[in-house]
Structure formats: C-alpha cells, structure tokens
C-alpha cells in the first residue's frame, strides 16, 4: 500500500487545494507540486459554492493555519526548483504569476469601490 496525493484537478476549492497540497507535500512529486499553483490560480478566478454538501476540515482553520500551510507549500516549491524539469518550472511559474495578477485585480477593485 502506497499513500499517494490526489490530483489537483480533482480539487475544487482554494482551501481544499491548499489543505491537501499541506497534508500530502511529504508524498507529493514535484510535478504535483508543480500542479498546485496554476489549480489556485483558475480556482481563484470560479465563483465558490456558498455551501458545501459535506462538512469539511477546511472550514474549520483560521486565516493563520491557512497561511501557514501556503508558505509550506511555496517554500517547498521553491527549496525543491533545481529538481523540477522545464514543464514544472513553466508550469509553477506561469500559475504564481497568475495569482500575483488576479490578487492585484482584486486590490484595484477595492480601491476602486472604496473611492
């Protein structure tokens, strides 16, 4: 028997995405790794369902364990670069880039709103 990670694909969540990325990082191949950032970034771009059909460990963490996770992850990814090939690299860095973009969207539409 073999613990392996779920495929990002099958997440559907950002908090979902993170939890699980944190709970497997020890089991996780830099390709997977590699497949968290750009599953964010189109995550973060889908309107959320309001309700979830079934209770979640995710709901129940605080804006600071969430973070911490995050960091984890992106430390991680970063210590483990020079063993990623050309696609993980690519596909890391376009998906943090896209974050970086939707999160400055995001603050121009405040700052917009609150004018």
Known sequence: FSTRAPMM???H????VIVTAYEYLDD??????????????LLMTKRQP??????SAVGELS?????HMLYTIF???TNGIDYCGAREITETTLGMAKIVK?????GLRRG???S
């Open 9 to 11: 694909k099958d997440l």
């Open 13 to 16: 969540s950002v908090d979902e």
């Open 28 to 41: 996780m191949s830099r390709r997977n790794i590699s497949a968290v950032w750009p599953r964010i970034a």
């Open 50 to 55: 309001r309700e979830q059909s079934t209770p």
């Open 63 to 67: 804006f600071e364990d969430m973070e």
């Open 75 to 77: 430390d991680d990814t």
């Open 102 to 106: 939707i999160l400055r969207q995001h």
């Open 112 to 114: 917009e709103d609150s």
